[in-house]
């Protein structure tokens, strides 16, 4: 069997030439095959790549020396030329079979044409960045967003190979050579009905307790964490195809991005599901509180409400009525565009671990404001269902997945291999 694989290595020649050429010796020295990807923007490189910059400048639409010159008057246009360019490239590379894996190495241009061509590749192929500025709080998010990027801190910037550099590069390229001879590869095979089941923290008793009854029902759950990053992953998740329904138990993101919380999944949650038709049973997890935790402005103006502190990054603040209010019209506007089955379920004895009788966090007077304007701005209120039960238990679980069975044997939706798309 032959297990050598296709490597790229997306850099910048014209400043890292010699730091590069030691990368692609070290997967040669793996038995894989190197492809050099050099995209250099402001010198002619000392040595050609694989694929040369003058290549992907072409196909971004530009000749390099218009790149080389919009370089230095425009150097936006001259990055995204060069990110269309060499993510076409690897595009056709992959349909070739000959990409397994991708690598990128380099300073902060480099990881910002690196990742937005990772980014565009399939979930599940390796990539992996390696960069002083993987551990750069103002950029790592659009370097890696939603994707399975894996990010490789070197501390160190690429510049002239030294013992402490050498160390790291090695590192990098051990993962991304460990990664490509052990991956499982793009395409996953579904015997079963996929769907998605957003979780976090103070609704993972329901949440685990519904993975098994799914799994019993002849569906497949997949947990995204609902932390900001993984339930915006599930909205695109969803939109790609990957799930039949939701199970979508922790919606706060709604809250959160309405008043700026830490788990803002941005302005688009639950239109995913609402626009493709896919079956979804719904609950108020999280909307009783606001993550502003690392927040001195947010905690100083909300200091006069019940704070809950699990640590320094971590202060949990209860919602109130009038921000559940908003938050039912934002979601009312959506449900009502809902093309297919769905269901509201309102727990009444409280909507997370944090919120039960006799804890300060529980208000059922602000809970109640939020399901009569919920019911009021829904075209059908009659999908509210509002049941005696806490949410943080089995028997909330149980009401859940029967009601999404329920929903799905209206749809029954197809059962299918998936090649879940970048």
Known sequence: MDTRKGIVIVCNLDTRGEDIVFVKHLIQGRGHEAILLDFSMEEPPPFPGDIRTEDVALRGGLPIEVVREKYRSDRDAATNNQIAGAAAIVDDLLRQGRVHGIIGIGGGTATLVATSVMKRLPFGLPKLMASPMAAHPAYIDKYVGTRDITMHHTVLDIVKMNPLLKAQIVNAVGAICGMVEMTQGTKFEFDKPCVAVSSFGF????????????????????????????DRAMEEMIRDGAFQGVLDLCIGGVLEHLFKGNRDPGPDRLMAAVETGIPMVLAPCGLDILSYGGRADMLEKTKDRVQ???????????????????????????????????????????????????????????????????????????????????????????????????????????????????
């Not at 609704?203 to 993984?230: D, N, R, Y």
Request: with cysteine; charged share 20%; hydrophobic share 45%.
């Open 308 to 422: 809950v502190v699990q640590d320094a990054l971590r202060v949990q603040v209860r919602s109130t009525a009038d921000e559940l209010r908003q938050a039912a019209d934002v979601i009312a506007q959506r449900l009502n565009r809902a093309r297919g089955p769905w269901t509201f379920l309102v727990p009444l004895q409280g909507w997370s671990s944090l919120d039960k009788p006799g804890r300060p966090i529980h208000d059922p007077a602000a809970d109640a404001a939020f399901v009569a304007r919920l019911k009021q701005g829904l075209d059908e209120p009659g999908h509210v269902k509002e049941i005696d039960l806490h949410l943080y238990t089995p028997e909330f679980a149980r009401a859940a997945v029967d009601e999404f069975v329920a929903l799905f044997a209206q749809v029954q939706a197809p059962r299918r291999a998936v090649e879940v798309p970048a």
């Open 203 to 230: 609704g993972e008793m329901a949440v685990q307790s519904a993975l098994a009854m799914l799994e019993a029902a002849g569906f497949t759950p997949i947990v995204c964490h609902a932390q900001g990053k993984g």
